[in-house]
């Protein structure tokens, strides 16, 4: 049987007994330190151009249309991501579909529109998620407006997956779902294998990489 989170972090219960002040004194330190400290999920961007309309030697293909995610990157801090059990609910969080990232809604932004399968989406803008519970995962774009900070009474836009429902859905597909030989410490973004005419989104994180193709629609 296979272990899930719960029972690793059954034997560190007794910390408590440290003292609460003592605790969060060595843990956030002088208010200097506090400030100076890296954002433990900073927000990241990945961008790639297609349909360059004219070649540079130098440059490559120029002039064409932008094609940018933006998301939360969370850091593995030695943690195993996919390997347990309980793995779909550690991400999903409590929300019904994992946000692909952390802390905000991951979002693709695209100049022109775009072809993922035998789906084409308009240019627009986009929150994306993966559903864990599907067999391939399916990558989702979604017509949900995104939070860009948090907001509790804000019911019209996501923060995160919560409050996701699937009615907005404009493109669910299954993504190809690899085994790398080195782990990836941050989750990425990245546009792989891409040419004028699309190449491949792909998201890495500890020693899995999802990935869907895309391309330009003519």
């Known amino acids: 049987m296979r272990t899930t989170r719960t029972q690793l972090a059954r034997p560190i219960v007794g910390i408590a007994g440290l003292g609460i002040v003592a605790l969060l004194v060595i843990l956030a330190g002088s208010p200097a330190q ?10 990241g961007r990945s ?10 030697p130098v440059r490559g293909f120029v002039g064409g249309a932008w094609v940018e995610i933006h998301y939360g990157r969370p850091i593995r801090r030695g943690r195993n991501i996919f390997g347990l059990d309980d793995y779909r609910e550690f991400l999903n969080d409590g929300a019904p579909i994992w946000r692909a990232g952390a802390n905000e809604t991951t979002r693709l932004t695209t100049e022109v529109p775009l072809t993922f399968g ?9 929150t994306v998620f993966i559903d864990l519970g599907a067999d391939p995962w399916s990558f989702v774009l979604s017509g ?3 939070q860009i900070g948090y ?3 804000n019911r019209e836009e996501l923060y ?8 907005r859905d404009v493109l669910r597909i299954p993504m190809t779902v690899e085994t790398l030989p080195r782990g990836h410490d941050q989750l990425s973004w990245q546009f792989l294998d891409v040419t004028e005419q699309g190449g491949t989104l792909g998201l890495f994180w500890d020693t899995t990489l999802a990935s869907v193709p895309f391309a330009l629609a003519r």
Request: charged content about 25%; hydrophobic content about 25%.
């Open 144 to 146: 949900w407006p995104a």
């Open 34 to 43: 506090a400030q100076d400290r890296p954002v433990p999920s900073p927000s």
């Open 47 to 56: 961008a790639t151009q297609v349909g360059g309309d004219v070649y540079d």
């Open 151 to 153: 907001d509790e009474e």
């Open 118 to 126: 035998s789906t084409t989406i308009d240019a627009g803008e986009y």
């Open 160 to 167: 995160g997956a919560f409050d996701y429902t699937s009615d």
